[in-house]
T-cell receptor, first 115, second 113 residues
Framework: EAGVAQSPRYKIIEKRQSVAFWCNPI?????LYWYQQILGQGPKLLIQ????????DSQLPKDRFSAERLKGVDSTLKIQPAKLEDSAVYLC?????????????FGPGTRLTVL | AQSVAQPEDQVNVAEGNPLTVKCTYS??????LFWYVQYPNRGLQFLLK??????LVKGSYGFEAEFNKSQTSFHLKKPSALVSDSALYFC???????????FGAGTTVTVRA
């Protein structure tokens, strides 16, 4: 079974530029998550989708971050404009149905460096 | 609000010795508890979870964890550590009243040969 795919793996941009990350979840997984992992910290949930609807985006900085999952499969996360503090690893995860006991499976992440 | 504490930033053990990584949690409702491992430049890899039932949960690569409700703990254990177990370990919790999975800050495990 193929795992969660993410691209690019690494991205370096200057502040105020924009950037986009892509995620393809495990086939058949209805729920998709984007996390931000700052160095030395655990992952923090940015947004959770159930199919193509948003379940939770309470920790997404909506003035600069946006995410979509138009067809209920793959998803993109965008940052515009980027700030220095956005330097982090952005992890995508998916789970079967989003129920509370569900296991989330993570992709390899995208390491973003903002200069 | 739910939270996870991993009181040790680092754990160092010799190969062949027992390994324990500590985790305590705070959550409303019943807890769903998870352990993940992260190798350098890799995503998080699922090890095991506790949902209900037997307090001792067995997972991948010889790891197990014990749920202790009275102490609100979910410590990860391995009877005999390997050098290849050296990695960053995360404990996570989700309450029965919450959709969000909350992670601890992580514990770096180093197993020396």
């Amino acid at each position: 079974e193929a795992g969660v795919a993410q691209s690019p793996r690494y991205k370096i941009i200057e502040k105020r530029q924009s950037v986009a990350f892509w995620c393809n979840p495990i086939s058949g997984h209805a729920t998709l998550y984007w996390y931000q992992q700052i160095l030395g910290q655990g992952p923090k949930l940015l947004i959770q989708f159930q199919n193509n609807g948003v379940v939770d985006d309470s920790q997404l900085p909506k003035d600069r971050f946006s995410a979509e999952r138009l067809k209920g499969v793959d998803s993109t996360l965008k940052i515009q404009p980027a700030k220095l503090e956005d330097s982090a690893v952005y992890l995508c995860a998916s789970s079967l149905a989003g129920g509370r006991p569900d296991t989330q499976y993570f992709g390899p992440g995208t390491r973003l460096t903002v200069l | 609000a739910q939270s996870v504490a991993q009181p040790e930033d680092q754990v160092n053990v010799a190969e062949g010795n027992p390994l324990t990584v500590k985790c305590t949690y705070s959550v409303s409702g019943n807890p769903y508890l998870f352990w993940y491992v992260q190798y350098p430049n890799r995503g998080l890899q699922f090890l095991l979870k506790y949902i209900t039932g037997d307090n001792l949960v067995k997972g991948s690569y010889g790891f197990e964890a014990e749920f202790n409700k009275s102490q609100t703990s979910f410590h990860l254990k391995k009877p005999s550590a390997l050098v290849s177990d050296s990695a960053l370990y995360f404990c996570a919790v989700r309450g029965s009243n919450d959709y969000k999975l909350s992670f601890g800050a992580g514990t770096t495990v180093t197993v020396r040969a």
